[in-house]
C-alpha cells in the first residue's frame, strides 16, 4: 500500500459537487472522473485491473429458485477506477442485494464480478473475507460505528484488524480529523456525535485503510438535506484524494448528483443510466436515463 500523507488533502468540502464526466458507468475505456486527478500519485487510467465490473448477475435467494423473480435477473455493471456511481430505484428493486454482490459480501446465483484479475463470484468466504478487508471500505446508513470506542479508535480499527500497530493506526486515523470537519471529535464516543458527525467518521473509517472501492448503503438516508450534502461532499471528495471508486446506493436524486455515473435499478435489472446532474443546475427538461434494451 503506497504511504499517503493525509496533510495534503484539502480541508473542508466543496461548495458544490465537481462537474459530472461524460463518462458512462458502463464505458470501462472512457476518462476518470476530473475529480480523480487530485491526486498526482494516483492515475487510475493506468490501471484497467481496478475497474469493478459485473457481469450478467443473477442472485436468488433461498432453496427455491424457480419461485418468484429473482432478486437480481441479469445486471451488467462497471464501476471505472477512481469514478463515483449511484445506484437508484425503489425499495426492492435489488439495490442491496447489487452493492452486496459487488463487494463480496453476498455470492451470486450466476455471473461474475471482476476486481483485479480475479472473480470475487468464485472466491472462496475466506477469500471473499480478506479482499473486503483489504481492498473495500464499507459506509452504512446508521454508522455502525462501536459506541464504546472514541471515534479515533473507530477509524482506526480498520487498520488495527490489518496488523498496523496501535500507535501508528491511531496517528493515520487521527490525521483524517480534520480534512472531515471533524478536529477536536477525536475522543468523543459516538453516541456524543450528531448524525453527519457520525457518518463523516463513518466515511474516514471506510477510506482509512485506502482501499480501492468504498461501498455506501444509503449512507445519508438518516439525515436531513444540508447534512446529507455535506456527507457526500466528504465522501466524494476524499474517496477522489485517495483514488477509490465509489457506489452509492441510494433513493435520493441530491446524493447521486454527487456522483459521476448513476444507474437506476428496477425488478432487478437495469433500467438505464446516465449521467447525474451537477447540484444547482437546472432541472433537465428531458429525461436523463437512456432505456438499455438487453
Ligand atoms: N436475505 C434475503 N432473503 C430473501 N429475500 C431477500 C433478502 N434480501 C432481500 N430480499 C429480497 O430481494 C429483493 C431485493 O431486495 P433489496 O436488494 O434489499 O432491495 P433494495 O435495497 O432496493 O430495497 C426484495 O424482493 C427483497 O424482499
Ligand atoms: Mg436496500
Known sequence: MSHHDPARMPAGAPARPAPPSTASPTSPGTSPSPQASVDPSVDPSVDRSRDLVARDLVMTYGRTRTAGPPALGGVDVTVPAGTSLAVMGPSGSGKTTLLHVLAGILRPTGGQVQWRGRDIARMSDRERTKLRREDFGFVFQ?????????????????????????????????????????????????????????????????????????????????????????????????AAHTGASLVVVTHDENVARWCTGVVHVRDGRIAGHGVPQPTGAPAPTVPRTATVTR
Open 142 to 238: 446508521q454508522g455502525m460505528l462501536l459506541p464504546e470506542l472514541p471515534a479515533v479508535e473507530n477509524v482506526a480499527l480498520p487498520l488495527m484488524l490489518g496488523r498496523v500497530g496501535r500507535a501508528e493506526a491511531t496517528a493515520r486515523a487521527a490525521a483524517l480529523f480534520a480534512p472531515l470537519g471533524l478536529s477536536g471529535l477525536e475522543k468523543r464516543r459516538p453516541g456524543e456525535l450528531s448524525g453527519g458527525q457520525a457518518q463523516r467518521v463513518a466515511i474516514a473509517r471506510a477510506l482509512v485503510a485506502r482501499p480501492g472501492v468504498v461501498f455506501a448503503d444509503e449512507p445519508t438516508g438518516a439525515l436531513d438535506q444540508t447534512t446529507s450534502a455535506e456527507v457526500m461532499a466528504h465522501l466524494t471528495q476524499l
